[in-house]
């Protein structure tokens, strides 16, 4: 079964500039997550889909973050402009449970540099 | 709302020592319970869960934890470490829905 896939895994680039990122979740998981982890920290839910919908974007800074999920698989997150606090590790996860205790399963990450 | 607290961000053991990695959570109703693994440049891999029944849950590579409700913790444990063990360790609480809020982490190193 292959995994969650996120491109790229890797990015630099300068402040106020705009990046998106890709997930391909597993198939046929219903959830998809995307988080944040910064340097030294655990990761921090941004949003969560369940098919193409919003579940929860409550910590979701909704002013330079915006994230889909057109038609219920792939999903990409964007953000625009970018600022220096947004280098981090954004983490894609997909789970086949809607209830809590669903084991989710995590893609690789793409590390983000804001210079 | 949810938390999770992980004592100490850098545990150190020696091969063959045991380790013990400590996770307490805050949570206003029955928590599902997770440890995830981190090795470098990776995601996040489940060790275990709790979600119910036996407090005494067994993992992948040996590890295993114990809910403790009394206690409001969640630690991880395993007999003898190994190399391959030195990773970042994270315990995550599940009480909203399926959405995790995860501790700071631990990161173990193991030495010769």
């Known amino acids: 079964e292959a995994g969650v896939a996120q491109s790229p895994r890797y990015k630099i680039i300068e402040k106020r500039q705009s990046v998106a990122f890709w997930c391909n979740p597993i198939s046929g998981h219903a959830t998809l997550y995307w988080y944040q982890q910064i340097l030294g920290q655990g990761p921090k839910l941004l949003i969560q889909f369940q098919n193409n919908g919003v579940v929860d974007d409550s910590q979701l800074p909704k002013d330079r973050f915006s994230a889909e999920r057109l038609k219920g698989v792939d999903s990409t997150l964007k953000i625009q402009p970018a600022k220096l606090e947004d280098s981090a590790v954004y983490l894609c996860a997909s789970s086949l449970y809607k209830g809590p205790g669903g084991e989710a399963f995590f893609g690789q990450g793409t590390r983000l540099t804001v210079v | 709302a949810q938390s999770v607290t992980q004592l100490g961000s850098h545990v150190s053991v020696s091969e063959g020592a045991l380790v013990l990695l400590r996770c307490n959570y805050s949570s206003s109703v029955p928590p599902y319970l997770f440890w995830y693994v981190q090795y470098p440049n990776q995601g996040l891999q489940l060790l275990l869960k709790?979600?119910?029944?036996?407090?005494l849950v067994k993992g992948i590579n040996g590890f295993e934890a114990e809910f403790k409700k009394s206690e409001t913790s969640f630690h991880l444990t395993k007999p003898s470490a190994h190399m391959s063990d030195a990773a970042e360790y994270f315990c995550a609480v599940d009480n909203a829905g399926n959405m995790l809020t995860f501790g700071g982490g631990t990161r173990l190193m193991v030495k010769p």
């Open positions: 709790y979600t119910t029944g036996a407090t």
